[in-house]
Nanobody
Framework: QVQLVESGGGLVQPGGSLRLSCAAS????????VGWFRQAPGKAREFVAA???????FFADSVKGRFTILRDSSKFTIYQQMNSLKPEDTAVYYC????????????????WGQGTQVTVSS
């Protein structure tokens, strides 16, 4: 059974940084693309970033140059490093995984985590 557990959310000031973690179990990174999504209040969920084996990464235009996605296979964990945060980055961030990378881009990964809140505010 695949499980994804996010952590690392919190309150940060504009311009600050935060690192989210997605601990994965029940899957192998060589077979799954894992990514991050977010949903702000009153808005639709959107794709943020993803990483495909062995290391291809994808980013939404809104976060390119500010966010990085990393994988630590020894810890079965995917990280999202978020720098230069803006108030508009405020959202619940979700981890998702699927064998098909296009399922992430189309917001239809087979597996979802429970989400972690990120608030960017002074």
């Amino acid at each position: 059974q695949v499980q994804l557990v996010e952590s690392g959310g919190g309150l940060v000031q504009p311009g600050g940084s935060l690192r989210l973690s997605c601990a994965a179990s029940g899957l192998t990174f060589s077979s799954y693309t894992v990514g991050w999504f977010r949903q702000a209040p009153g808005k639709a969920r959107e794709f943020v970033a993803a990483i495909r084996w062995p290391g291809t990464t994808f980013f939404a235009d809104s976060v390119k140059g500010r966010f990085t996605i990393l994988r630590d296979s020894s810890k079965f964990t995917i990280y999202q490093q978020m720098n230069s945060l803006k108030p508009e980055d405020t959202a619940v961030y979700y981890c998702g995984a699927d064998r098909d990378q296009y399922a992430l881009v189309t917001l239809k990964p087979e597996y979802w985590g429970q989400g972690t809140q990120v608030t960017v505010s002074s």
